[in-house]
C-alpha cells in the first residue's frame, strides 16, 4: 500500500546526526510538498515537519527537512535517546483522483 | 488548543459495519478551513489514509476504500464520523482521526491527531 519508500531502520549514538531518505515519484513528492511525522512507541503520530522543511512551534531545530526533486530527506542533528521512534514521510498523491500517501516507515535507533 | 478523540467499538463482527466517531474539542469543527481526516495502521505496520470531509463538507476517500468508506459529520456534537461497510479481519487496525490544515501553497498536513482506538474484526 506505502508508496513512498524509506529506510526500514537507522541508528546512531547520542550526538550523532542520521538522515533519512524517502522516495517517490512525480505524482507525489514530485507534485507536492512532504510532511514528516514521528511516532515514539505506543503512542500516536505527531506532527515534526511540514511543507517540505518547516517546523511546527514546539519542534527542536535538530530536525531539518529537504526535498529535491522526487525525494525527501530528513535530518536529526545532535541524536538523542528521546529521538527513538518510527519516522514517516508523507505526501499527496494527484494518481488515481488524489489521495494522501504514506512513507514505509524508519525506525530510528539510538545506540 | 484543539484536542482530538476516537470513540467507538473495538471489536466488530466480520462482514458488518466499522463505526467510528472523533470528537474535537477545544474549536469548533465548523469554524476554520479544516480538513477532518481517518487513518489507520495495522499492528506493526505503516499507516493509510482513509479519507477526509472539508469544511464545506465535501469529501475525498482513498481509491482502495471508496466504495466502503463514508465520512460524516455532526456539527451539533462537534463529532465527525467514520463508516466502514463489509469489514474484514485485514481491516484489524488502530484508527487515528487527525486535523487536516493547508496553506495558500496548497501544502497540505495532519496535526493534531486523535490518541487512536483498536478495533479489531472478529466473530
Known amino acids: 500500500q506505502s508508496v513512498l519508500t524509506q529506510p526500514p531502520s537507522a541508528s546512531g549514538t547520542p550526538g550523532q546526526r542520521v538522515t533519512i531518505s524517502c522516495s517517490g515519484s512525480s505524482s507525489n513528492i514530485g507534485s507536492n510538498a512532504v510532511n514528516w511525522y514521528q511516532q515514539l512507541p505506543g503512542t500516536a503520530p505527531k506532527l515534526l515537519i511540514y511543507?517540505?522543511?518547516q517546523r511546527p512551534s514546539g519542534v527542536p531545530d535538530r530536525f531539518s527537512g529537504s526535498k529535491s526533486g522526487t525525494s525527501a530527506s530528513l535530518a536529526i542533528s545532535g541524536l538523542q535517546s528521546d529521538d527513538e521512534a518510527d519516522y514517516y514521510c508523507a505526501a499527496w498523491d494527484d494518481s488515481l483522483n488524489g489521495r494522501e500517501v504514506f512513507g514505509t516507515g524508519t525506525k530510528v535507533t539510538v545506540l | 488548543q484543539v484536542q482530538l478523540q476516537e470513540s467507538g467499538p473495538g471489536l466488530v463482527k466480520p462482514s458488518q459495519i466499522l463505526s467510528l466517531s472523533c470528537t474535537v474539542s477545544g474549536g469548533s469543527i465548523s469554524s476554520g478551513n479544516y480538513y477532518w481526516n481517518w487513518i489507520r495502521q495495522p499492528a506493526g505496520k505503516g499507516l493509510e489514509w482513509i479519507g477526509r470531509?472539508?469544511?464545506?463538507?465535501?469529501?475525498n476517500y482513498n481509491p482502495s476504500l471508496k466504495s466502503r468508506v463514508t465520512i460524516s459529520v455532526d456539527t451539533s456534537k462537534n463529532q465527525f464520523s467514520l463508516n466502514l461497510s463489509s469489514v474484514t479481519a485485514a481491516d484489524t487496525a488502530v484508527y487515528y482521526c487527525?486535523?487536516?490544515?493547508?496553506?495558500?501553497?496548497?501544502?497540505?498536513?495532519?496535526?493534531?491527531w486523535g490518541q487512536g482506538t483498536l478495533v479489531t474484526v472478529s466473530s
Open positions: 511543507s517540505n522543511n
Open positions: 487527525a486535523r487536516g490544515d493547508w496553506n495558500y501553497a496548497g501544502d497540505l498536513w495532519f496535526d493534531p
Open positions: 470531509m472539508y469544511s464545506s463538507g465535501s469529501t
